[in-house]
């Protein structure tokens, strides 16, 4: 059983920026951050395949957050720059064992592992 363990939230003000990590006990497939609010649902926020070269974001993460992955230390990141305080929430790195594309990234029945999350909280 893979263990996936999330690092690096924190407090930031608006504006600012947090890198995620999330090291795996194991070799992983594809993986995905996804986030959950207080009193929200779970929603998807970025996913990359098991080699890196494809990436996928949601709508309103484009073009300030970067998911990344080194699979010699089985770590996947994600850089958040321009923090808003809507981005507050616990993150979760989830990662399937399959190294085969899914059209349904975003499902989080995907998934086999999941971590226990971590806290963003971003300041206005």
């Known amino acids: 059983q893979v263990q996936l363990v999330e690092s690096g939230g924190g407090l930031v003000q608006a504006g600012g920026s947090l890198r995620l990590s999330c090291a795996a006990s194991?070799?992983?497939?594809?993986s995905s951050w996804f986030r959950q609010a207080p009193g929200k649902e779970r929603e998807f926020v970025a996913h990359?395949?098991?080699?890196?070269?494809?990436?996928y974001y949601a709508d309103s993460m484009k073009g300030r957050f970067t998911i990344s992955r080194d699979n010699a230390k089985n770590t996947v990141y994600l850089q958040m720059n321009s923090l808003k305080p809507e981005d507050t929430a616990v993150y979760y790195c989830?990662?399937?064992?399959?190294?085969?594309?899914?059209?349904?990234?975003?499902?989080?029945?995907?998934?086999?592992?999941w971590g226990q999350g971590t806290q963003v909280t971003v300041s206005s």
């Open positions: 989830a990662a399937s064992r399959s190294t085969v594309y899914s059209a349904t990234y975003y499902d989080q029945t995907n998934y086999d592992y």
């Open positions: 194991g070799r992983t497939g594809s």
């Open positions: 990359i395949n098991w080699s890196g070269g494809r990436t």
